[in-house]
């Protein structure tokens, strides 16, 4: 990488490098003779460089290629292709291929290995951001690895290189989960929700309708899109314009930014409204993970409550459901109308809510967590800040019921054991901690 920047930096034409004036000309005849000389090493360095770092090389630098942009003109190569078309293989009759964007994250690692195990093809894309730690998301690339699942390392934003992902794979689906999640974050850095959920959306978009085949779309939308709303349960049919965070906003922005390339391109989308997922190989900025990494170290933790001592509750929804969930709407999603970037005739658009439909006072997951780390928690109780949280979360899933078979089957205490045991073996048993 190091070395590819190097070479933009030197101008292509040496020649063009002005020697300092000089009063004596046999040192300028030297001075030239020396200019050729140094130029020609650099030129062969530069080609040895090159050919080392090149795809097909069996150079351990290989493996680093996909951190590359496409931008670089020597991206690629026949071992990088190999590598994704082995992991795109599609081993099942009647199996789809799915570039799983985000597939290094909580979901996508989940969602990725249920394909796979099926017998579908899978390749992952993430850019692998610092978020929240970065080798929790390594970790959860060597398990996809052992799965036969192969991530490249890029951004949703690099149309090149998804262009070069469709040109080796023709996908049958797409699964976006990319994006910049959690809500408070979008107070500190509200640039990465733009960049991630709003241009690397339409930038995904804009492949998915240009390629031939069009994929058919499933991406992760958010129970956030609910607000502020106060009837319960939320229902799809509900409105969703009073987004309590930027992160919301993002979200619901993606709807309607989904609704527009459904209406001219043809392309079938389905958006799937998560409410707060949880489970093993999970995301540390989430509650229900803090919380527990702060049991185990004596920290005290805060329990919001609302106005009035009201209640903070959510709909839990453990990961397995979820990608339940994900899996049925990849079933059933119908193909894409258009082709060459024309719709030939109307395409599915559809939104579900993706929850338990049991939602749980904060306070009782604590009392879960006690319970199954034999700790008491030091409680803080605060007043819920006005920074993007909202008092409660409760999914009316009757219509993915309906469409998509979902039926949730694990309850929070269940969901929560299988969390911390995993928590406990990933972390040792508390003696390693989370960031
Ligand atoms: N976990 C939840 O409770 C929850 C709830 C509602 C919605 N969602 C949505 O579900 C999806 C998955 O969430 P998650 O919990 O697995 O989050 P996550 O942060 O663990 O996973 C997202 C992954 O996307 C990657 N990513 C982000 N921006 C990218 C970019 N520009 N290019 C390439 N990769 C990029 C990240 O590196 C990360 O690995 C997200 O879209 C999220 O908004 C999650």
Redesign the pocket.
């Known amino acids: 990488m190091s070395q590819m920047k190097h070479i933009d930096n030197i101008p292509s034409t040496p020649g063009k490098f002005k020697m300092e004036k000089s009063p004596y000309n046999r040192l300028r005849v030297h001075f030239s003779f020396a200019k050729l000389t140094f130029w020609s090493f650099v030129f062969l360095g530069l080609i040895f460089v090159f050919f080392y770092r090149s795809p097909s090389s069996s150079s351990p630098v290989s493996s680093d290629l996909s951190r590359r942009s496409l931008r670089t003109s020597s991206y690629g190569g026949p071992a990088w292709e190999k590598r994704i078309k082995a992991s795109a293989k599609v081993r099942s009759r009647n199996g789809i291929s799915v570039l799983v964007?985000?597939?290094?994250?909580?979901?996508?690692t989940h969602v990725s290995v249920a394909l796979k195990r099926r017998g579908d093809g899978v390749l992952g894309?993430?850019?692998?951001?610092d978020?929240?730690d970065p080798s929790l998301?390594r970790a959860r690339q060597a398990l996809l690895e052992r799965t036969g699942v192969y991530i490249v390392e890029?951004?949703?934003?690099d149309a090149t290189l998804l262009k070069k992902l469709f040109d080796i794979v023709p996908f049958t689906h797409v699964m976006h989960?990319?994006?910049?999640?959690g809500v408070r974050y979008a107070m500190e850095n509200p640039g990465s929700y733009v960049?991630?959920?709003i241009a690397?959306l339409v930038n995904v978009l804009e492949i998915c309708k240009s390629v031939n085949p069009q994929p058919a779309i499933v991406?992760?939308?958010?129970?956030?899109v609910y607000g502020l709303n106060t009837k319960v349960p939320f229902s799809e049919r509900d409105r969703t314009d009073q987004p309590a965070s930027l992160?919301a906003a993002t979200?619901k922005a993606g709807e309607e930014i989904a609704h527009t390339y459904n209406h001219i391109y043809g392309l079938s989308l389905t958006g799937l409204?998560?409410?707060?997922?949880?489970g093993p190989w999970g995301?540390p900025d989430?509650a229900y993970f803090f919380f527990t990494r702060d049991i185990l170290k004596g920290k005290s933790i805060p329990i919001f409550e609302a106005a009035n001592h009201g209640t903070v509750a959510r709909d839990f929804t453990y990961v397995d459901d979820i990608v339940k969930g994900c899996l049925a709407a990849l079933d059933t999603a119908e193909k894409s109308t258009g082709s060459g970037g024309k719709k030939k005739g109307p395409a599915q658009l559809r939104v579900f809510n993706l929850g338990n439909t049991s939602p749980v006072p904060v306070s009782d997951l604590v009392s879960i967590l006690e319970r199954l780390l034999k700790v008491k928690a030091k409680r803080l109780v605060m007043k819920l800040p006005r920074n993007g949280d909202v008092q409660f979360t409760h999914a009316n899933i009757s219509s993915a019921q309906r469409e998509l078979g979902y039926k949730p089957s694990t309850d929070l205490q269940t969901g929560l054991k299988k969390f911390v045991r995993w928590y406990l073996n990933y972390y040792g048993n508390g003696k390693k901690s989370a960031q």
């Open positions: 964007t985000g597939a290094a994250g909580f979901v996508g894309l993430d850019n692998f951001n978020y929240y998301k890029g951004d949703i934003n989960l990319a994006a910049q999640a960049h991630s959920n690397g991406w992760a939308s958010s129970s956030s992160y979200k409204r998560f409410f707060t997922v949880y995301r989430m």
